[in-house]
């Protein structure tokens, strides 16, 4: 079985007679073959999806022992540090990516930008095994983390001024996937109605006022 998408290699050697090898998925269809002449040494590469395998050895002539060996390496679609993080943009919107963490990748970056100041919700959810995350500024420095034992979801709720930040997902131990959903909502620094309008006063000056309006925040009302 594969459990996310990962690159599967596959070898057959100790040949002393000529047998080939095939991948096969769930349903028995023929993937991929390696056939190659004589003793030579098979092998295949191939991108798999999550889902259930076969590796098929069989002979072509003549009797022969032989090693078959499978590594399946995970597709890391998040980097492994600040400088190759995934660029997630502007969060104006829930934004949820799924990936793996464990023993050959113990690391996932993400950094996303935060227009206004906003409250940001991040969870981290579909553990298998134990996974921790961080929240990080800019420079990479350490504003939350979240660290709950084994297969608990994680979760951090953090107020952000402009700027970017990072997010680290860690493996604490086994291998594991993931979901990470990430939710920046802007401070409403002005009221949605004449009742609630944010108060000015009397203008005797010029006065100037920062804020937002969007999907989340129609209107902003001043008296």
Do not use: C, H, M
Not at 174 to 197: E, Q, R, V
Request: aromatic share 8%; charged share 10%; net charge negative.
């Amino acid at each position: 079985n594969v459990g996310t998408q990962s690159n599967l290699t596959l070898s057959l050697t100790g040949l002393t007679a000529n047998a080939d090898v095939e991948l096969l998925n769930s349903s028995g269809t023929v993937i991929t073959t390696a056939a190659a002449t004589g003793t030579t040494s098979e092998s295949i590469t191939s991108l798999l999806s999550t889902g259930t395998y076969y590796a098929r050895v069989y002979q072509s002539s003549g009797d022969t022992n032989y090693s078959l060996s499978l590594n399946a390496t995970p597709v890391d679609n998040a980097g492994n540090n600040t400088a190759t993080a995934r660029a997630v943009g502007t969060l104006t919107a829930t934004q949820s990516f799924s990936d793996w963490v464990g023993s050959v990748d113990t690391n996932d970056y993400y950094s996303f930008n935060v227009g206004i100041q906003s409250n940001l919700t991040l969870s981290l959810t579909g553990l298998t095994a134990n996974a921790d995350v961080q929240l990080l500024n800019g420079s990479g420095g350490v504003i939350t983390t979240s660290a709950k034992s084994g297969t608990t979801s994680e979760s951090i709720a953090s107020l952000l001024n402009t700027g970017t930040y990072f997010v680290r997902v860690y493996r604490s131990s086994g291998d594991t996937n993931y979901s990470l959903s990430l939710n920046a909502t802007p401070i409403d620094n002005a009221g949605n109605t004449t009742a609630t309008a944010r108060a000015v006063g009397t203008l005797t000056a010029t006065q100037s006022f920062s804020n937002w309006v969007g999907s989340l925040d129609t209107n902003d009302y001043y008296s």
